[in-house]
């Protein structure tokens, strides 16, 4: 979880970069490609890039190249899945500028070399790792509306919503109660083909689809399902039981994954909901049960080897930094952003950051220490939410109670 975690991160801050000209390169490197192989090419573009006009731009690109073929020379190969250096200028404040520098170790291979230069990183081969590689297709349906939507990792993202044409079964007047009735029938019916055809669209093409969820309120989905309004590759797909929701709308799609949590496997977000529901059944315990929330206190606890498992929402997006100053003060604090100049919390006096990570991968050293599991929470579930903003972001369920 936490290379995952790492590389996601990492990918955000990448994809975010960008520079003030062409000045940015990225390089691929496949792990059939030799180290010497890409240096010899990198040196040919060192070479190519002083006919660049403009006199900063050349020494920009020329300084990343060389950045490059620095870090390259301390790999003795190629990592299995290959690497990707992505390296150049980027504005701070005023007219400044800082070099900056990313290696990553894609969790997947590399399948060809690249080289770019441009005003942002290119990163395009490495985002479609960043997707899950399984996913279900969410329906909930009634003669009202139907909603249908995909459940990927921690996401639940809706496709479409369609309200249907189906007239209410009160009697019309100056109609005869047959033909009324079979009016709604027929309108039922288009309804349904409708739905089936945006199933179609959207899930029919999904490789990475491994099952269909149905739900909603009543019979209607049972009908839709017996009827095989689905496309017949879909049908296939479909799980059993279908499931009971109050909606239909994008809340009934999220009463639809709470629904079928022991029915699917391998996707984070079932996972996630059951370590934070725990969590909070300990936490509705008259004397707090086995939960602790608050940085301090779940720090405290994990370091006494009391927590079992210490859940981190995703959102925390905040460094870990040791700091001393000439007066001997050394400290540990937890910040929002590095300034450029740090002052001691004990005297006052400009400090040294000695020390700066991100405060989840800290989390996840000290927990390695006493064996404690660590879970990354996404923000996006209804439990996500809360944990972040009830709790902090970060909370624990404990081995056994420390009170």
Do not use: W
């Amino acid at each position: 979880m936490k290379a995952k975690y790492d590389f996601k991160k990492a990918m955000q801050e990448i994809m975010s970069t960008r520079g003030r000209g062409t000045e940015l390169i990225s390089v691929y490197v496949p792990e059939t490609k030799l180290i010497s192989d890409v240096t010899s090419y990198l040196r040919d573009e060192y070479s190519q890039s002083s006919n660049i006009k403009s006199k900063s731009t050349m020494k920009n690109v020329q300084g990343a190249i060389d950045s490059i073929m620095s870090r390259l020379k301390t790999f003795k190969s190629t990592p299995p899945n290959g690497i990707a250096i992505f390296c150049g200028e980027v504005p701070k404040a005023g007219d400044q500028t800082k070099m900056v520098q990313y290696v990553i170790n894609p969790p997947e291979s590399i399948t060809t070399f690249l080289y770019r230069c441009d005003s942002l990183f290119f990163t395009e081969p490495l985002e479609t790792m960043l997707l899950d590689k399984k996913s279900y297709g969410l329906i909930t349906i009634d003669r009202r509306e139907a909603t249908l939507g995909i459940l990927t990792g921690s996401r639940i993202v809706v496709l479409k919503h369609l309200d249907s044409l189906v007239p209410s079964k009160h009697h019309q007047g100056g109609q005869s109660s047959v033909r009324f009735e079979r009016l709604i029938e027929i309108a039922a019916h288009e309804f349904f083909k409708k739905v089936a055809d945006f199933a179609v669209n959207l899930f029919l093409s999904r490789t990475e689809l491994v099952g269909l969820l149905i739900g909603g309120p009543g019979a209607t989905k049972d009908f839709f399902i017996k009827e095989e309004y689905l496309h017949h590759e879909l049908q296939k797909k479909v799980i059993k039981p279908y499931f009971d929701t109050g909606y239909t709308d994008e809340s009934g799609l999220r009463e639809l994954v709470d629904a079928a949590k022991d029915t699917i496997q391998d996707i984070d977000l079932v996972e996630e909901k059951k370590f934070v529901q725990r969590l909070f059944r300990e936490i509705r315990e008259p004397d707090g049960g086995l939960s602790a929330y608050g940085e301090n206190t779940v720090r405290d606890i994990v370091n006494m080897g009391a927590a079992e498992t210490v859940l981190l929402s995703e959102a925390l997006n905040k460094r870990r930094i040791t700091v001393s100053c000439s007066s001997g003060h050394t400290y540990q604090d937890t910040v929002d952003n590095i300034d450029d100049k740090v002052f001691c919390k004990e005297c006052g006096s400009v400090a040294t950051i000695d020390k700066d990570m991100d405060l989840i991968d800290d989390f996840f050293d000290i927990a390695e220490v006493y064996n404690t599991s660590v879970k990354i929470i996404s923000p996006e579930s209804e439990e996500g939410e809360m944990l972040m903003k009830a709790f902090g972001g970060i909370a624990a369920i404990l081995r056994y109670k420390v009170r």
